[in-house]
């Protein structure tokens, strides 16, 4: 690849799809809502992808010869159709710049980088480049298993466009960040797999690039290795001639690492510019997927009962927690899950069941990010007294949370036939039929599950001859604390509501 400025534009063909609709303009993703300027829009453009199309053909008929394809052409059978895979998509990175990628899987996200890196040529479209890029977007490319890991170096770096004193220059440096100094006259078959990433990743981030491409690297290797790689990033964000675009699922690495970010959905991109926002977004879209999924699940329970009242047949299988008992229980937000916090999170309960004698409905919240349940209603708290299909209501206050990612786990129990005092789980709604939900408040850090709120440590004297005084311990409460009003929230009422204290606001049977 040379050092130029390379310019690869490509004409036009018929199989790309129809022109963008509801795109996302190149300009807006230089600024923020408010309309100030990202920092480093001043600097030079090194990547330009302009209305970039890509389409691949997939075969539908299978032909096995000459003459089932002539048989196909003459019924008119084409034997494939197309697949729009990027539609119409127009971004630039400037130099200096940490730019993120994001979207659900299938959306495009590696037929992007792989254009950019030149592996595929789009249908319709330009890429723009300035300078060296390296990608680090499929593991194996460029390495071959009969060499040694010394001789996969040498050959990757040529590959790259480095001629050998320049590998030479680097190859200790490499060796060194991939732990592998023991190693590399060994076969790379003879590698662990690990191994062999640990080669391939320190060779694209050691190789002298201008532009790192890098898709999902943040999973790679173990934990050691991973704590090198942030390490190496927090480094490289702070060199401003360097350049790295990174695909990622890891909302926390586009938060921690990128100045800017995209999102792209169905071949589109659907955001682009602040980090929080495409991150919150793709955090809402991955919501809303699981929502349908749950939905869909409760759908085909019902009509799988439905199916064995008719004829007596038995049910299929039942998602994950539920049961020919309970064959619906799942728990769902009613609203956007996504919420600021300043009023209650709303979501409903939907159930089936059908056997006599009393039943309870549980609701545990499991905090996502951090890990644990934080709260559990108890198993007695919500006796239930309709039977059959039916859905209901609850509100959660979530003013006292601080930002996070939770989800609400909700079960099924019957009383225990020999202790009164204990239930039974019947089912439990957990996956695609529990509820998540991500509180994301300006307010807020992302901390812990309570706000400061909610609650405070007051310094007192110690006591003790040495020990400080209360006034040696300077409080810096956040601004919004000296409005009367603001601390007029941190009362005894709001503290007992601070915890999750569900409410249930309505009974809607069917
Ligand atoms: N060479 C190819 N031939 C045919 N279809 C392809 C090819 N490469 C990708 N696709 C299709 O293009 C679509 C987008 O794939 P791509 O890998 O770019 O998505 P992605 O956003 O990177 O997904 P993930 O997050 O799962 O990696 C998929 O439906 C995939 O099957």
């Known amino acids: 690849?040379?050092?130029?400025?390379?310019?690869?534009?490509?004409?036009?063909?018929?199989?790309?799809?129809?022109?963008?609709?509801?795109?996302?303009?190149?300009?807006?993703?230089?600024?923020?809502?408010?309309?100030?300027?990202?920092?480093?829009?001043?600097?030079?453009?090194?990547?330009?992808?302009?209305?970039?199309?890509?389409?691949?053909?997939?075969?539908?008929?299978?032909?096995?010869?000459?003459?089932?394809?002539?048989?196909?052409?003459?019924?008119?059978?084409?034997?494939?159709?197309?697949?729009?895979?990027?539609?119409?998509?127009?971004?630039?990175?400037?130099?200096?710049?940490?730019?993120?990628?994001?979207?659900?899987?299938?959306?495009?996200k590696s037929t992007l980088l792989k254009i950019i890196s030149q592996i595929y040529y789009p249908n319709k479209g330009s890429v723009s480049v300035s300078g060296k890029l390296v990608p680090f977007i499929e593991l194996g490319v460029g390495f071959n298993p009969e060499l040694t890991g010394r001789e996969n170096v040498y050959l990757n770096c040529a590959l790259l466009g480095f001629d050998h004193e320049q590998t030479d220059a680097m190859y200790d440096d490499i060796v060194e960040f991939a732990e592998l100094g023991d190693f590399?006259?060994?076969?790379?078959?003879?590698?662990?797999?690990?191994?062999?990433?640990?080669?391939?990743?320190?060779?694209?981030?050691?190789?002298?690039?201008?532009?790192?491409?890098?898709?999902?690297?943040?999973?790679?290797?173990?934990?050691?290795?991973?704590?090198?790689?942030?390490?190496?990033?927090?480094?490289?964000?702070?060199?401003?001639?360097?350049?790295?675009?990174?695909?990622?699922?890891?909302m926390g690495a586009v938060k921690r690492y990128c100045t800017r970010a995209m999102m792209i959905e169905d071949g589109k991109i659907v955001a682009y510019g602040d980090k929080e926002t495409v991150a919150d977004r793709y955090t809402l879209s991955n919501l809303e997927a699981e929502r349908k999924k749950g939905e869909k699940q409760a759908r085909k329970a019902a009509q799988a009962l439905?199916?064995?009242?008719?004829?007596?047949?038995?049910?299929?299988?039942?998602?994950?927690?539920?049961?020919?008992?309970?064959?619906?229980?799942?728990?769902?937000?009613?609203?956007?899950?996504?919420?600021?916090?300043?009023?209650?999170?709303?979501?409903?309960?939907?159930?089936?069941?059908?056997?006599?004698?009393?039943f309870y409905i549980a609701i545990a919240l499991h905090d996502m990010s951090r890990g644990g349940i934080t709260y559990d209603s108890g198993s007695k708290t919500f006796r239930i007294t309709k039977k059959g299909h039916h859905r209901l209501e609850f509100e959660l206050p979530v003013d006292q949370f601080n930002d996070g990612e939770f989800s609400l786990f909700t079960s099924l129990r019957v009383p225990n036939a020999s202790d009164p005092g204990a239930t039974d789980l019947v089912a439990v709604a957990i996956d695609a039929n529990s509820c998540s939900f991500v509180v994301r408040n300006p307010r807020n850090r992302q901390y812990a599950l309570l706000s400061d709120r909610a609650l405070q440590f007051v310094p007192v004297t110690s006591g003790e001859e040495d020990g400080l005084q209360a006034q040696d311990v300077i409080v810096n409460k956040p601004a919004e604390w000296k409005n009367p009003q603001s601390q007029q929230r941190v009362d005894e009422a709001q503290r007992q509501n601070a915890l999750g204290s569900l409410k249930q606001i309505t009974y809607d049977a069917q």
């Open 306 to 358: 439905a199916q064995k009242d008719e004829q007596g047949k038995a049910v299929p299988v039942f998602p994950n927690g539920l049961n020919a008992r309970v064959p619906i229980l799942r728990t769902y937000p009613i609203g956007s899950p996504l919420i600021d916090g300043t009023q209650p999170f709303r979501f409903g309960v939907e159930y089936q069941f059908d056997e006599p004698g009393d």
């Open 1 to 108: 690849m040379s050092e130029e400025k390379m310019k690869n534009s490509m004409s036009s063909t018929s199989a790309s799809a129809s022109a963008q609709e509801d795109s996302v303009s190149v300009e807006s993703g230089e600024y923020r809502s408010n309309g100030e300027r990202f920092p480093g829009m001043d600097a030079p453009v090194v990547l330009d992808v302009h209305d970039v199309y890509k389409d691949f053909k997939l075969p539908t008929e299978q032909a096995t010869g000459l003459k089932q394809a002539v048989i196909n052409w003459t019924k008119g059978i084409r034997g494939y159709r197309w697949q729009h895979v990027l539609r119409g998509i127009s971004f630039q990175v400037h130099q200096g710049e940490f730019f993120g990628i994001v979207g659900r899987n299938g959306g495009g």
């Open 184 to 250: 590399m006259d060994q076969k790379l078959k003879n590698y662990s797999s690990g191994m062999q990433v640990r080669l391939a990743f320190s060779v694209a981030i050691k190789a002298q690039g201008d532009i790192l491409v890098l898709d999902e690297v943040l999973a790679v290797g173990d934990e050691a290795f991973q704590r090198k790689c942030d390490d190496f990033f927090t480094q490289i964000r702070k060199d401003p001639t360097k350049t790295v675009i990174l695909v990622t699922h890891d």
